[in-house]
């Protein structure tokens, strides 16, 4: 890699609309995830095998972990926040294949994610609350405090794309200089531990946008879905 | 730094149909078949419960099964023993009735047979008597004996009362005949002398007849038409059995 991670360069157009590295790596993703989920879900049984019972337990692991968070029943945010952390965590890993630059190295992945959570916490919030129950919450704990959550609002979302972009991007700057500068195996040290800055950003990112959504739910929804779950 | 908005609009629908797709065929299939295990295990659950349930109602039953059959049948062990006791009484006191009729039957037989027996050794003895009594006066010359009988006859005519006298002595009157009996025949001067001395007992003439019986063993009777006056063995003994027998 030697031209910086900062700038994009078109593959090819379809029509008007170029056709970005980012774009077509995502698309491969897509692709290998797509696959991949319908293998491991085609023949799924009640009495699991080795391979259902680590895919049973990954979803378990991801259900709890929204339920801890997020402190209300997972199954309706199980899709959302499972593709997210699924998808960042292959993105940020897919700087193994030699060639690929992981689409989360650049910024317009890592807005795109962070517009879906931006959504993703109007949206929910709204369902959970109303409409004018959400835009309450901006005048919590005063209503001089609006000014301060509305910035908040955007910040938040900002914070969450900078960083994810910057931990990536950074990683795959270093280990392209260092490639440059050094020989073939002296970067694999950094590699892994590259993959595991990649697993621990897609974490902080997935865990982030969940801490988000929950506080968009509110407590009074929180404790409604507690009660309901127990 | 430039921002591609081509690229971020992409990228955005990218993830969304992500989310999408992964969300239709990956999280829900494998969130159905845990929801779905989890209900069939808290089926399996709740059966086990309802069947413990069940167990332990069924067992509850069976004690209360199994405690009235105790007692059902200490009921009828008291029973039995109460039916038994009873039938023992019963049968006690049908028994002492038994005995003591048999005891009486057999009392009473005991009697008839004593009695029955010293009749027959009475009769025996009565005959062995006559018999005795019969072979010794065949030792006894018999017109000492028709001697002494006529006597005593004669003696016994004179002790009747005279009503009685005279009614025999009346038979020559009547037309009627006065018998005398004899255990053997008399011959013809023993015949004038018996009713020589009958006529000097009743002083009249009697129309006399003679017979002879054996029955009477030994002596002399007189029949008149109203009197019988017996001096006889056989009517000795008659009296003497009747004395006994009283």
């Known amino acids: ?230 | 730094m430039h921002i591609d908005w081509w690229t971020l609009a992409l990228q955005t629908v990218n993830v969304l149909i992500l989310v999408w797709i992964l969300g239709r065929f990956f999280f829900r299939p494998i969130m159905e078949v845990v929801a779905k295990r989890q209900q069939e295990a808290n089926k399996l659950l709740e059966d086990a419960a309802r069947e413990r349930d069940e167990a332990v109602n069924m067992r509850a039953e069976a004690d209360k099964v199994r405690a009235n059959i105790a007692a059902r049948r200490e009921d009828l062990i008291a029973a039995a023993r109460a039916e038994v006791q009873s039938e023992k009484q019963n049968m006690l006191a049908q028994t002492s009735q038994e005995l003591a009729k048999l005891r009486a039957d057999a009392d009473a037989a005991i009697v008839r047979d004593r009695a029955a027996a010293e009749a027959q050794l009475i009769a025996h003895a009565g005959d062995l008597s006559v018999e005795i009594a019969r072979r010794l006066l065949g030792r006894v010359p018999h017109r000492v004996l028709l001697r002494t009988f006529l006597d005593e006859i004669c003696a016994e005519v004179q002790s009747l009362p005279a009503e009685a006298r005279d009614g025999v002595a009346a038979a020559v009157t009547t037309g009627r005949q006065v018998e005398v009996v004899t255990a053997a025949p008399l011959s013809d001067q023993e015949m004038q002398n018996v009713s020589a001395t009958l006529e000097k007992a009743f002083g009249a003439e009697l129309p006399l007849v003679f017979r002879s019986d054996p029955a009477i063993i030994a002596g002399i009777e007189v029949h008149g038409p109203n009197t019988i006056i017996r001096n006889s063995w056989a009517a000795d003994l008659e009296r003497i059995r009747r004395e006994l027998k009283a």
């Open chain 1, 1 to 230: 890699m030697i031209e910086s991670p900062l700038t994009l360069s078109t593959l090819f157009r379809i029509g008007p609309i170029p056709i970005t590295g980012p774009v077509v790596v995502t698309w491969g993703l897509m692709a290998a995830l797509t696959v991949l989920g319908l293998l491991a879900t085609r023949a799924l049984t009640l009495s699991p095998n080795r391979y259902q019972t680590v895919l049973e337990l990954v979803v378990g692991a991801i259900e709890d972990q929204i339920r801890a968070t997020m402190r209300v029943e997972p199954r309706p945010y199980v899709p959302m926040v499972g593709t997210l952390f699924l998808f960042i965590l292959f993105a940020n890993w897919s700087s193994l294949i030699p060639g690929v630059e992981p689409p989360t190295a650049h910024i317009e992945t890592d807005a795109a994610l962070g517009v879906i959570v931006f959504a993703a916490i109007i949206y929910f919030g709204i369902r959970a609350r109303g409409v004018g129950g959400y835009l309450k919450t901006f005048a919590e704990p005063s209503i001089v405090m609006i000014p301060l959550n509305l910035v908040e609002t955007f910040t938040r979302t900002f914070s969450l794309i900078v960083r994810l972009f910057g931990n990536v991007m950074s990683g795959v700057f270093i280990i392209g200089i260092i490639l440059t500068l050094a020989g073939l195996l002296v970067p694999i040290p950094l590699m892994a531990l590259e993959l595991l800055v990649g697993a621990i950003q897609a974490y902080i990112f997935t865990v982030l946008a969940m801490v988000f959504i929950g506080s968009a739910l509110g407590e009074r929804r929180a404790r409604h879905e507690e009660e309901g779950r127990s």
